[in-house]
C-alpha cells in the first residue's frame, strides 16, 4: 500500500480535529453537569488526551502543507446537545451520553488507523485509538458499577 497524497491526508486528519474538537465540547458541558467530584476529574483528563489529540493532528496538517480546522462541526451541537438532555437523568445518564459520543470517536480512529497514512501519523492515530478506547473501557466500567 503506498502512502496517500497530501490532499487527502489532510481531509481526512482534519475531519478527525472536527470531531476531537465536538468532543471538548461534550466533555465540557459534561463535567459542568456532573455532580460526582472523582467523575469530573476523571472526565477533564479524557478532555485533556482530546486537547492533546488536535495539537498532534494539527501539527500534522500543518506539516502536510493544510490549514488545520480549528474547531468542530455542525455534530458539536448533536454531541452537546446528548449530555445537557442527558442532564436530566443525573451522572448515570450524562456517563452513558459520553460513551455515545466516545462510540463516534473510537469508530472514527478505527477507520483512520487502516488507511496508508504514512508512519508518524500512522503513530499519532493509534495512541489517539489506544486513548479513545481507554476512555470508552472507563465509561462502560464505570456506568456499569453505578447503575448497580
Known amino acids: 500500500m503506498t502512502d496517500m497524497q497530501s490532499e487527502d491526508i ?4 482534519n475531519n478527525l480535529i472536527e470531531i476531537d474538537y465536538d468532543a471538548i465540547a461534550a466533555y465540557k458541558a ?7 467530584k472523582q467523575l469530573k ?8 488526551d482530546h486537547k492533546n489529540h488536535v495539537t498532534a493532528l494539527t ?7 493544510g490549514n488545520p480546522a480549528d474547531s468542530g462541526d455542525m455534530k458539536k451541537i448533536l454531541t452537546k446537545g446528548k449530555v445537557v438532555i ?6 448515570d ?8 459520543n466516545e462510540e463516534v470517536t473510537n469508530k472514527s480512529y478505527e477507520a483512520m488507523v487502516d488507511e496508508p497514512f ?9 495512541n489517539g485509538l489506544a486513548d479513545e478506547r481507554r476512555h470508552r473501557a472507563w465509561l462502560d466500567a464505570t456506568i ?3 447503575s448497580s
Open 93 to 100: 445518564a450524562i456517563l452513558k451520553a459520553m460513551k455515545m
Open 41 to 48: 476529574q476523571q472526565l477533564v483528563t479524557f478532555m485533556e
Open 10 to 13: 489532510i481531509k481526512k486528519l
Open 30 to 36: 459534561a463535567i459542568e453537569r456532573l455532580e460526582d
Open 118 to 126: 504514512p508512519g508518524t501519523i500512522k503513530l499519532i492515530l493509534q
Open 59 to 65: 501539527e500534522s496538517v500543518r506539516l502536510s502543507g
Open 86 to 91: 442527558a442532564e436530566l437523568g443525573g451522572d
Open 144 to 146: 456499569e458499577q453505578i
